[in-house]
Each structure stands twice: as C-alpha cells, then as structure tokens.
C-alpha cells in the first residue's frame, strides 16, 4: 500500500507541474515546413499517429531546428510505442533549445527524456576479440544501418520490435540474426567467427570462354568486312567479274558464314561474360560496399553493325 501511494504522489505532482507550451512556432522563413506542421498535428490530434510522424519528419527536413515540432515528433513516437526514436528526438530538441534560448522547452525535453530512460529497450551487439582478430575489415550492420566499432560491445537503445544484426567480412560467409527487443529490457546479441567463404572458379571459366567466344566473334567480323570489300571491288549492282579468281557464290557463302559466326558467337560471349560477373558479384557479397544483389538481367542488343548483350545489376 505505501509504495501505491508513492505512485499516486508522483503521478499528481506530474499531472499538476507547468508544461511549456509545445505550439509549433511560426516559420515565416518556411511557409511549406509551417504547412506541414499544422496538417501532421491535426493528424497527432485525429489518433492518426502514423501519418503523423512521418509528416512531422517531413517538416523536421526543412526545418531541422524546429524545437516544437521536434517536441511534437517525440510525444508522437512515444504514441507509437517507439521510445528509442522519441528518447532521440527529445534529445535533439534539448540541444536545440539549449543553443536557441529555450530553457523552458529544455528543461521540458530533459524531463521526458529521463523519465523515458528506465522504460527504454537496450540492446548490445557483442564482438569478441577472437572475431575481430579473424575477420578483416568486419562490418555490422543493426536493421540495415551501418553500427560503428564504437557501438561494438556497447548498450544502446533500440524501438520495440524485431531488429536484424548482421555482420559481413572479406572473404567470409555473411552472418545474420534476429532479435525482440521489449520495452524496459536488455538483450545481447554475440556475433560468431564467421567461416570462411569457399572458393568459387566456375565465373572465371565461364568469363573467359566468353572472352574467347568474343575474340572469335571478331576474327569473323573482321573477315566479313574484308569479303565485303572484295565484293565490292569486283562486283557493280548488276554483275560481278571473275578477275583474279574471284568467285561470287563462294564469297557469299564466306559472308553467311561470318555473319552467323559473329552474331552466334557474339552473343554467346557476352552472355558468358554476363555470367560469369553475376556470378563474382553474387560470391564476392560480403566484401562489396553494396548490399545484397536482388536481381540480374541480361538483356541482348542488335543494330546494323552488330550486336552486344547489356547487364543490369540491382542490390539492396
């Protein structure tokens, strides 16, 4: 019963303390963030607090030391149940209105955010040494987002909910894991030595036959173009002469032939080629400074001189 009570006093005393208005300041500067404000606090007030952050961020873009909207954009995320994100923007809005003037709205924003601070989910990515020492030029990741080495081994506050670590290295095979984090707990993730990634050969086999396959391509269209002029020397739009054995059957079937040679082993090359780099990017992964590769297209091209086969790669 006495510890009730001592609820109930802290409660009233809140309840009953002044609070500095948090009205979104005039912006003459900026009618458009001011708009946006106005439109993400009718939101707040309709319960659609969704939109209404995401609106108030928005706003915070083109006016990034709005001390009231910042303040408006916490109590939303509070709204939301995220107090990792609304513990950020209180602190934001406390240096904001530290250097602004503000000592009230300061004084306010400090206020939320300690007594935020107990209820907050921590989370600590965990690296022991022998992964360090193992792994060159590890990197993680927590939700996609770059985690310093300062962070490493370091707890710090994360949003309910589900959050992916995933840890990448030089020549090693990526490693990823789940945790769910809740409010007013602390979890630990470790990351594991990484194995090493084996070694893949078939993209270089199958890049160089397709560089092979491309010189040969060019073997023929050179022949093709050396026929074709002698065509050319010895034949008018109605005839040809048979001077210096020039045969004009025979020189157009060594045309057919180069064409088809060129088009088929063109071709041929350059999916090959295509191949074989998909295949470097895709087991290259964990040291390339791009995410994940999502797709691949391999799209062939022709036009009167030739032909060619375009690749576009996508990553996460």
Not at 69 to 82: S, T, V
Not at 202 to 226: C, E, I, K, N, R
Request: include cysteine.
């Amino acid at each position: 019963m006495a510890l009730r009570g001592c609820i109930l006093v802290v409660a009233s005393a809140l309840t009953l303390a002044p609070r500095p208005s948090l009205a979104v300041e005039r912006l003459p500067t900026n009618a458009k963030a001011q708009a946006i404000f106005e439109e993400a606090r009718k939101l707040d007030e309709a319960g659609d607090f969704k939109t209404a952050c995401s609106m108030y961020e928005r706003a915070l873009v083109l006016e990034p030391n709005a001390v009231g909207g910042r303040l408006h954009l916490a109590r939303c995320f509070e709204r939301l149940d995220k107090l990792a994100s609304a513990a950020t923007q209180y602190e934001v809005a406390e240096h904001a209105a530290t250097s602004g003037g503000q000592p009230e709205r300061a004084s306010y924003a400090h206020k939320q955010l300690q007594a935020l601070a107990p209820r907050l989910a921590m989370l600590t990515v965990e690296v022991p040494r022998a992964v360090r020492e193992t792994a060159a030029d590890l990197r993680i990741t927590r939700d996609g987002q770059p985690l310093l080495e300062t962070a490493w081994d370091t707890s710090s506050p994360v949003d309910a909910g589900r959050h992916e670590v995933r840890a990448v290295a030089a020549g090693r095979v990526p490693w990823s894991g789940m945790v769910d984090a809740k409010n007013g707990e602390s979890i630990r993730v470790e990351i594991p030595s990484l194995a090493l990634r084996p070694t893949v050969v078939w993209p270089w086999v199958t890049g160089g036959v397709g560089v092979l396959m491309g010189a040969a391509a060019g073997v023929f269209a050179y022949d093709q173009s050396v026929t074709q002029a002698n065509v050319r020397s010895h034949c008018n739009p109605t005839s040809c002469d048979r001077d210096e054995g020039f045969d004009p059957s025979s020189a157009n079937a060594r045309l057919d032939r180069d064409f088809g040679l060129t088009l088929g082993l063109g071709i041929g090359g350059g999916l090959a080629i295509g191949a074989g780099i998909i295949g470097l990017v895709m087991s290259s992964e964990s040291s390339a400074p791009v995410g994940p590769l999502t797709s691949a297209r391999l799209t062939p091209w022709f036009g009167p001189g030739g032909a060619g086969l375009g690749a576009r790669l996508e990553f996460e």
